[in-house]
Structure formats: structure tokens, C-alpha cells
């Protein structure tokens, strides 16, 4: 049974950080491209970033490149995102999956709340 358990929500101020974590089973973890995606309140669950396999490449949506790392430990079966000078715009709730067209059922999520 694949499960996705997002952590790591929290409320901060603009201009801090935060990082999140995503613990996978269920798959081949360490041979799956990986990503994180979000969903505002009212808004479509949009992409954020992407780590590929085998490449190791990394992908980020405009809005936080150069603020957002992502990052993987094979090991932990689990996925990371680093979010950082994080911004009102960054409130939503976060999750991570396989991309389409691997798409597997969505996880919880974890909220994400920048305010001041």
C-alpha cells in the first residue's frame, strides 16, 4: 500500500524558514522521480519542484526558485524541501507524490502558514 506522510508545518513570518519532510513506502523510493506540489485555499494544487531519477536533477517552479531546495535521502525513504526567505504567497497546504503520469493518491499534506 503506497503512503505519502508529510511533516514539518508551521506558522512563520515572512522572511523565515522552514523544512518540510515527506516519508514514502510502499515504492521503489530510491528509483522514483519525486516532487512537491501545494494547494492555497481556493487555488488548484499547483508543482513546486522535482528531483529525477536517475539524473538527480532538480526542477522548481518560478515562484520559488532560488528560495526552494529539494533534496532526498535514499536511505530514510524520504523526501525534503527546504524553504527559505518564504513569502505570504507560500501559504498552502503541501504534499508530495510521483509526477504525472505516475500520480499515486495524495497524502495529508502539511500546511504551510507565512504571516506576520
Known amino acids: 500500500q503506497v503512503q505519502f506522510v508529510e511533516s514539518g508545518e508551521g506558522l512563520v513570518q515572512p522572511g523565515g524558514s522552514l523544512r518540510l519532510s515527506c516519508t514514502v513506502s510502499?515504492?521503489?523510493?530510491?528509483?522514483?522521480?519525486m516532487g512537491w506540489y501545494r494547494q492555497a485555499p481556493g487555488k488548484q494544487r499547483e508543482f513546486v519542484a522535482r528531483?529525477?531519477?536517475?539524473?538527480?536533477?532538480?526542477t522548481y517552479a518560478d515562484s520559488v526558485k532560488d528560495r526552494f531546495t529539494i533534496s532526498r535521502d535514499n536511505a530514510k525513504n524520504t523526501l525534503y524541501l527546504q524553504m527559505n526567505s518564504l513569502k505570504a504567497d507560500d501559504t498552502a497546504v503541501y504534499y508530495c507524490?510521483?509526477?504525472?503520469?505516475?500520480?499515486?493518491?495524495w497524502g495529508q499534506g502539511t500546511q504551510v502558514t507565512v504571516s506576520s
Open positions: 510502499g515504492i521503489s523510493f530510491r528509483t522514483s522521480t
Open positions: 528531483i529525477s531519477f536517475p539524473s538527480g536533477s532538480t
Open positions: 507524490n510521483r509526477p504525472f503520469p505516475s500520480t499515486l493518491p
